[in-house]
């Protein structure tokens, strides 16, 4: 379980094929607190370590990542050289600073816009119409692994919707967020909540 609060921004240092893709990935963080058999959010995605290195704050961690993962998430992030959200997944006692996060991508989305707006950075992303009654403004959705608040919707005539996002400074120096441009794909993930009505109007329908 995670909050979609990013620790750190990782690299993908190494890539390999086995079956399932073998990553290495770098980040900035203590490998004595890297479990074997821990759960990380990669840009949303939750995988689980299997290896892990180096020392405090130069730390790289393998993820086995399935096909059936690398087909459900945004097909650049497995390249070597890629820039990841990186959150490891909460413990007891740690702060829920954004919300409940899964792990588990919804769809992908595209980004629209991507401009400065005051002192921010202004997102426009579309989200296929199987999400679109499932995002709501105001309400929590994860973007690329990273907790974020819908500020307006707009329902477009396919049944899909574009949802608007304000992205502080901080935020977009400490993710991959402010590198954002019009064209590229993220990693969508609804508010549990909103999962478990998803599934309740599948039930009823």
């Known amino acids: 379980m995670f909050t979609g609060i990013v620790t750190a921004i990782g690299t993908i240092t190494q890539a390999e094929e086995r079956g399932d893709l073998r990553l290495r990935i770098a980040a900035p963080l203590d490998p004595a607190r890297i479990d074997i058999g821990a759960s990380i959010a ?3 995605v939750c995988l689980t370590v299997v290896d892990r290195g180096g020392a405090k704050g130069d730390a790289w961690f393998d993820v086995d990542v399935s096909g059936e993962t690398t087909s459900c998430t945004v097909a650049a992030m497995w390249n070597e050289g890629a820039k990841l959200n990186i959150e490891p997944s909460l413990r007891m006692g740690d702060e829920l600073g954004g919300h409940i996060v899964t792990g588990h991508v ?3 989305g595209e980004v629209t816009r991507a401009e400065e707006e005051g002192d921010s950075w202004r997102v426009d992303v579309r989200a296929p119409k ?5 995002i709501a403004p105001k309400g929590s959705i994860t ?3 990273v907790s974020l608040t819908v500020n307006e919707i707009r329902d477009e005539d396919d049944g899909s919707c574009t949802f608007m996002l304000n992205i502080i400074p901080h935020t977009g120096e400490v993710t991959t967020l402010g590198a954002l441009k019009a064209g ?4 969508l993930e609804i508010d549990v909540l909103a999962r478990y009505l998803k599934r ?3 039930l009823a329908s």
């Open 143 to 145: 973007v690329q692994g």
């Open 106 to 108: 919804d769809a992908v």
């Open 130 to 134: 199987e999400l679109a009654p499932f």
């Open 42 to 44: 990669c840009s949303g």
């Open 184 to 187: 590229d794909q993220v990693n």
């Open 200 to 202: 309740m109007q599948a």
